[in-house]
């Protein structure tokens, strides 16, 4: 009988911690991509101003 409750016990925790390690995976992987498009937005703006800046002074 005790045997059985500790199996249980065991099974729940590590449910528990799978569930958990999943959020905080799905979580980092959401940070890095945000991270990716703040930094390519950057240099798509960076860009189109170069463009515009040398088409200023160009005419």
Known sequence: ?????????????ATLFGGIATMVSNWAEERKTEELIN????????????KESD?????
């Open 55 to 59: 088409e200023d002074n160009g005419s």
């Open 39 to 50: 930094t390519k937005i950057k240099e798509a703006f960076a860009e189109r101003d170069e």
């Open 1 to 13: 009988m005790k045997n059985k409750w500790l199996i249980s016990v065991i099974g729940c925790a």
